[in-house]
């Protein structure tokens, strides 16, 4: 849209003032058309970038506020159209530019940094996002705060409809006018409303939960753009983001493994047990989501009609992934891993970080995807030919020290658990039962850098198999102590 409007600025004049005047009245009209305006990048939340991905493992930097602080990236980021990321750590909200210098940051003091949430651009540029302080703004892009709405304790992203109508979540759904006013607010008999998405009608879907580790069946809902219930269906404690079809459908899971897709009158197409989350869904239809199936996860494919396209093993998937514009799917995990999958489910490649990753990739204008992890870093992954392209063999000394989550996870038989050191150290590598007592000493020697891995067989140091449950492996490095739960089952 806008590469057609510099066109017509260059070759016919005479309209220049019909069109300023066109985008002028129609400024709060869309979200950002810009490189990533929200999670899911459009309000269908589909992952489907315009922009192709990175096709080689290249790291451009990552960013860090300080070294001596533990600064967790929780939120995952939005790119606006000149390249600036917006994306907040434990503490504060930063804008930077895209070689990963700070553009601006709101300051701890006022914030006190961001829910696990991402945030929002609409199409003038506006920020929007619900702040640790307990208060949604919406902040000028040159970092100053437009308005304040208070007494906001979501822990869900908004979303921007067509009309400029601003939706978050919390016990309630509330509908904002640009400038900040109420314009409607649904109440339901539920604890908590989760991350919504708005469907080629406008309608508007969003799921209920209960932050509960019990299973409630809480309700589905399908609200009408003026606030009102179109239809409900319970299934299950809803904290996924619903993903919507370009033909209407709406794909949605529970935490009771259940998986559902949902026509646009609220009837069920179809539904798949033992797979859970948010999904994304590709060009050509295909549904991504991941899942567990004996014992392993799985990010699986699906066809429109529900019947399996392929799957892939996985860690365990908490985010959907993003979808470059040639189909590559790039998705992170729990356990810190990082993948780019070809849509036919060949790995392309895999990059492991230091410690869990829970934020949904973001591609930007350029093709970088970025994203944030526990390990309070801030990654930016180039195009080939931009970076240093990194190789996960035993020929590089990593920059990063890390403790993999072990695969298979659970296990019955034996599990493989994989780690980096960036320098020498002596290395202790220890399994505990969740009482704390040492059930298996795996290493206790010096090593050199490098990427190392190591196996165990569900025996203890008497060489007696331990009985079924979590277990901790821990890893000792110098002053760097990385800690990993796992499953064993007989």
């Given at each position: 849209?806008?590469?057609?409007?510099?066109?017509?600025?260059?070759?016919?004049?005479?309209?220049?003032?019909?069109?300023?005047?066109?985008?002028?009245?129609?400024?709060?009209?869309?979200?950002?058309?810009?490189?990533?305006?929200?999670?899911?990048?459009?309000?269908?939340?589909?992952?489907?970038?315009?922009?192709?991905?990175?096709?080689?493992?290249?790291?451009?930097?990552?960013?860090?506020?300080?070294?001596?602080?533990?600064?967790?990236?929780?939120?995952?980021?939005?790119?606006?159209?000149?390249?600036?990321?917006?994306?907040?750590?434990?503490?504060?909200?930063?804008?930077?530019?895209?070689?990963?210098t700070v553009k601006w940051n709101l300051g701890e003091e006022m914030v006190k940094g961001i829910y696990g949430t991402s945030p929002v651009i609409g199409s003038d540029g506006t920020i929007y996002a619900t702040f640790k302080d307990k208060v949604f703004r919406a902040i000028n892009p040159d970092g100053t705060i437009k308005w304040s709405y208070p007494d906001s304790s979501s822990q869900s992203n908004p979303i921007i409809g067509q009309d400029g109508t601003i939706y978050i979540t919390h016990k309630n759904v509330t509908a904002l006018h640009p400038d900040g006013s109420v314009k409607w607010v649904f109440?339901?008999?539920?604890?908590?409303?989760?991350?919504?998405?708005?469907?080629?009608?406008?309608t508007i879907y969003v799921g209920s939960n209960s932050y509960s580790v019990m299973v409630v069946y809480l309700p589905f809902f399908a609200l009408n753009p003026d606030g009102t219930e179109k239809w409900r269906h319970t299934m299950g404690d809803i904290a996924a983001t619903p993903a919507i079809g370009d033909d209407g459908?709406?794909?949605?899971?529970?935490?009771?493994?259940?998986?559902?897709?949902?026509?646009?009158?609220?009837?069920?197409?179809?539904?798949?047990?033992?797979?859970?989350?948010?999904?994304?869904?590709?060009?050509?239809?295909?549904?991504?989501?991941?899942?567990?199936?004996?014992?392993?996860?799985?990010?699986?494919?699906?066809?429109?009609?529900?019947?399996?396209?392929?799957?892939?093993?996985?860690?365990?998937?908490?985010?959907?992934?993003?979808?470059?514009?040639?189909?590559?799917?790039?998705?992170?995990?729990?356990?810190?891993?990082?993948?780019?999958?070809?849509?036919?489910?060949?790995?392309?490649?895999?990059?492991?970080?230091?410690?869990?990753?829970?934020?949904?990739?973001?591609?930007?204008?350029?093709?970088?995807?970025?994203?944030?992890?526990?390990?309070?870093?801030?990654?930016?992954?180039?195009?080939?030919?931009?970076?240093?392209?990194?190789?996960?063999?035993?020929?590089?000394?990593?920059?990063?020290?890390?403790?993999?989550?072990?695969?298979?996870?659970?296990?019955?038989?034996?599990?493989?658990?994989?780690?980096?050191?960036?320098?020498?150290?002596?290395?202790?590598?220890?399994?505990?039962?969740?009482?704390?007592?040492?059930?298996?000493?795996?290493?206790?020697?010096?090593?050199?850098?490098?990427?190392?891995?190591?196996?165990?067989?569900?025996?203890?140091?008497?060489?007696?198999?331990?009985?079924?449950?979590?277990?901790?492996?821990?890893?000792?490095?110098?002053?760097?102590?990385?800690?990993?739960?796992?499953?064993?089952?007989?």
């Amino acid at each position: 849209m806008k590469k057609h409007s510099l066109i017509f600025f260059l070759c016919v004049p005479s309209l220049v003032l019909l069109l300023t005047i066109h985008f002028q009245s129609n400024i709060f009209a869309q979200p950002s058309n810009s490189g990533w305006p929200m999670q899911g990048f459009d309000m269908r939340r589909t992952g489907r970038s315009p922009y192709e991905g990175p096709n080689a493992l290249n790291i451009l930097w990552k960013f860090q506020v300080d070294d001596v602080t533990w600064r967790p990236f929780l939120c995952s980021a939005v790119v606006d159209t000149d390249g600036t990321i917006y994306v907040g750590d434990s503490r504060d909200f930063f804008a930077l530019n895209s070689d990963g210098t700070v553009k601006w940051n709101l300051g701890e003091e006022m914030v006190k940094g961001i829910y696990g949430t991402s945030p929002v651009i609409g199409s003038d540029g506006t920020i929007y996002a619900t702040f640790k302080d307990k208060v949604f703004r919406a902040i000028n892009p040159d970092g100053t705060i437009k308005w304040s709405y208070p007494d906001s304790s979501s822990q869900s992203n908004p979303i921007i409809g067509q009309d400029g109508t601003i939706y978050i979540t919390h016990k309630n759904v509330t509908a904002l006018h640009p400038d900040g006013s109420v314009k409607w607010v649904f109440n339901a008999d539920v604890p908590y409303f989760s991350t919504p998405a708005i469907g080629p009608d406008s309608t508007i879907y969003v799921g209920s939960n209960s932050y509960s580790v019990m299973v409630v069946y809480l309700p589905f809902f399908a609200l009408n753009p003026d606030g009102t219930e179109k239809w409900r269906h319970t299934m299950g404690d809803i904290a996924a983001t619903p993903a919507i079809g370009d033909d209407g459908t709406i794909y949605v899971g529970g935490s009771g493994s259940n998986f559902y897709a949902f026509n646009p009158d609220g009837t069920v197409k179809w539904y798949k047990e033992s797979v859970h989350g948010s999904a994304s869904i590709g060009i050509d239809g295909t549904i991504y989501v991941g899942g567990w199936m004996e014992g392993q996860y799985y990010l699986f494919a699906y066809n429109p009609d529900g019947t399996v396209k392929w799957q892939l093993p996985t860690t365990i998937l908490l985010s959907p992934p993003a979808i470059g514009s040639n189909g590559t799917l790039y998705i992170t995990a729990h356990g810190g891993d990082f993948y780019a999958i070809h849509p036919d489910g060949t790995l392309l490649w895999h990059y492991q970080v230091g410690h869990d990753v829970d934020t949904y990739p973001a591609i930007g204008p350029d093709g970088t995807v970025y994203f944030g992890s526990f390990d309070g870093y801030f990654y930016a992954f180039g195009r080939e030919g931009i970076g240093i392209t990194e190789k996960y063999d035993n020929s590089d000394i990593p920059d990063v020290f890390v403790l993999e989550q072990n695969t298979p996870n659970p296990f019955n038989a034996t599990t493989t658990i994989l780690y980096q050191l960036t320098k020498d150290a002596q290395v202790k590598l220890v399994i505990y039962n969740v009482a704390g007592q040492k059930m298996k000493t795996l290493i206790n020697e010096k090593k050199s850098p490098g990427f190392y891995s190591m196996k165990w067989d569900g025996k203890d140091d008497s060489g007696i198999e331990v009985s079924s449950g979590i277990y901790l492996y821990q890893l000792l490095a110098g002053n760097h102590r990385l800690t990993r739960k796992m499953l064993f089952l007989r």
